[in-house]
């Protein structure tokens, strides 16, 4: 946690100097799941919001001052997700590729949910946290997280309207393109335009088909809307999550008709599907385009193009190719990964779960969980399981495209009473969506140590230590698969089955490391 909130304590420094340039870089600027990305500027900094699905906190933000260095500052999704009930079956639904924008002092998130509709989320006004000025030639701004976010707002109920983006055009009239899961839609590779009142939180007019691409361009979606220089522009990828290629059309009209061109596909790189993420300038107007490769166990993991605009269409990378290093445009040599910041150790000395925690089961309930500050430590109790073995306090982290090690010292103590005998299990866990791979803490009340050490194919081996210097292996080694739409999480459990009990064993966590292997 040391990481994170001296982070936050530190906010203001980090997002008072300004370093518009683009220093140089090699993709993946972050080969962590990141799904479906977008991202915007607001003054000198830029914000990144990705799909979070089930788990919460959702929408996580991002914060960068050269768009290559990122931290976690925010999320606007804090205990449970908009029309979770109980019962929900929730791994890979509800939050589905994000759009993230700044609009008239605040910051406005659209995101579908594939069963229920799209939904608005927005920060309360800057000027309410007396952090930004509203008029933008005042210059240097700087934002404060947390933010404030208001309540979300549904603003179409719609089966199978996925991935939204607004634009307030220069005559007040907002609009909202989309695509449509096909799953809940029973249609797919279309996508819609609606108009949205002005306050951008209803429907004024109803979505209809602006493009069909069936064709040419099957699994159109995730949707960009965009204007420039009198064209109204959509951004948008095709060809499926590993296998295909970004589209831009433009037109004079919001309806259409589109023109058409292909500005980014895998060509004779590495890079497979290099698609669906978001454009954004620097202040001093130099183009780049975020977006995802699907990599498999490991997620979606974040790339970088460099993009310039010929002819007003634009072009990305080295001519429509990813580029995997590009020189930037400030001098100063990269000596590590620019995400190596991301791998850390959580020490549990606050009073609050670092962000970079999340849950698996659609909320966070409070009897799940004690941040115990006072003896610098995590108290994980246990919870029921449910349906299908399925362990909603699931407390996970995102995984790296990379070799890692993640590590934990911990504590078991189940319930004592008879009745409670045998029904809890905890310790740490690498899950997927069609298996999970559980590390067992023994039940002597003592403090132990585990660890799992992962290869760069997302292989695994769990190991066990008393001491923390000699370790035995526990286990066969496993293969980690992906999870719902998201990649393999590793984590911490103490769960139990459904016999009923007023009372709880619990988990004691000292710390949990994750290091990068070289």
């Known amino acids: 946690m040391k990481r994170l909130y001296v982070f936050l304590m530190a906010i203001s420094a980090f997002l008072g100097a300004a370093c518009a340039a683009v220093p140089s870089y090699t993709n993946p600027i972050l080969p962590y799941d990141y799904s479906d990305p977008d991202v915007c500027r607001v003054g000198d900094t830029y914000l990144m919001t990705s799909s ?19 931290e ?18 929730v791994a890979g639904n509800f939050v589905w590729a994000p759009a993230i924008r700044e609009h008239d002092g605040r910051i406005w998130i659209y995101y579908g949910d594939p069963d229920r509709g799209i939904y608005c989320i927005r920060s309360k006004p800057f000027n309410d946290q007396s952090s930004i000025p509203s008029d933008r030639a005042l210059g240097q701004r700087t934002l404060n997280f947390p933010m404030e976010w208001e309540s979300p707002v549904l603003v179409i109920p719609a089966k199978g309207y996925i991935d939204p983006c607004p634009l307030w055009d220069e005559d007040g009239r907002v609009w909202l393109s989309h695509g449509v899961a096909g799953s809940r839609f029973g249609l797919k590779s279309v996508l819609m ?18 493009f069909d691409g069936h064709e040419e361009h099957p699994t159109s979606e995730g949707t960009k809307l965009y204007k420039r220089n009198g064209y109204y522009y959509i951004m948008h990828p095709a060809g499926g999550v590993s296998t295909g290629w970004q589209v831009v059309q ?16 895998q060509g004779k790189t590495s890079v497979n599907a290099p698609h669906q993420g978001g ?14 490769q699907d990599v498999g166990v490991a997620g979606r993991i974040i790339h970088m193009q460099p993009l310039k605009w010929e002819n007003d269409w634009p072009v990305m990378g080295n001519n429509g190719e990813p580029v995997l290093k590009y020189k ?14 991301f791998a850390r150790r959580d020490e549990f000395d606050s009073t609050e779960l670092a962000l970079d925690w999340q849950w698996s089961g659609g909320r966070v309930l409070p009897q799940w969980y004690f941040c115990d500050a006072a003896n610098s430590r995590l108290r994980l109790y246990s919870a029921p399981r449910e349906e299908d073995d399925w362990m909603p306090n699931l407390l996970l982290q995102k995984i790296p495209a990379v070799a890692f090690t993640a ?20 310790g740490m866990i690498v899950t997927g969506r069609k298996a999970s791979f559980p590390l067992q803490v023994p039940v002597t009340n003592e403090w132990v140590y585990l660890r799992v050490k992962m290869s760069s194919t997302q292989r695994g081996q769990f190991y066990t230590s008393t001491d ?16 719902h739409w998201i990649g393999a999480q590793v984590g911490l459990f103490c769960s139990r089955d459904t016999r009923k009990h007023n009372d709880a064993g619990w988990l004691d966590v000292d710390w949990f490391e994750i290091t990068i292997d070289k």
Do not use: C
Not at 52 to 70: C, E, M, R, T, Y
């Open 407 to 426: 590590t934990t010292r911990v504590r078991f103590t189940p319930n004592a009473h008879k009745k409670m005998q045998g029904a809890e299990q905890a």
């Open 193 to 210: 335009m609606a108009e949205l009142t002005a306050d951008g939180l209803s429907l004024k007019t109803p979505s209809r088909i602006i």
């Open 468 to 483: 923390g210097k000699h370790w035995t292996k526990a286990g066969e080694e496993f293969q980690a698969v992906e999870g």
């Open 279 to 292: 454009w954004v300038e620097t202040p001093e107007g130099e183009g780049f385009f975020i977006h995802f």
């Open 328 to 341: 930037g445009t400030k001098n100063k040599v990269q000596r590590e990964p620019s995400w190596a910041n």
């Open 72 to 89: 976690i500052v925010d999320a606007a999704i804090r205990y449970q997700l908009p029309g979770y009930k109980e019962g929900d079956k």
């Open 250 to 265: 433009r037109s004079k009209n919001i309806y259409g008709p589109y023109e058409l061109k292909v500005t980014l596909a």
């Open 52 to 70: 979070s699905f089930n788990n919460v906190p959702g929408l996580q933000i991002l914060a960068s001052k050269d768009l290559v260095h990122w």
